[in-house]
């Protein structure tokens, strides 16, 4: 599959972050409205 089994050696090879690039059916479009720090439904 091209992958490179020395990232599998060690834990650390996990940590550098790094992912695939995300396919468009994932990048949603803009909110046409905007989100509050007010909440609203929160009785104490």
């Known amino acids: ?8 050696e060690s834990i650390w090879g996990y940590s550098l972050g790094e ?5 468009p059916i994932y990048k949603y479009p803009e909110y ?3 989100v ?7 009785e104490i």
């Open 32 to 34: 046409n409205f905007k």
């Open 1 to 8: 599959m091209g992958e490179d089994i020395s990232e599998y």
């Open 36 to 42: 509050t720090e007010e909440i609203t439904d929160l």
């Open 19 to 23: 992912t695939e690039p995300r396919i």
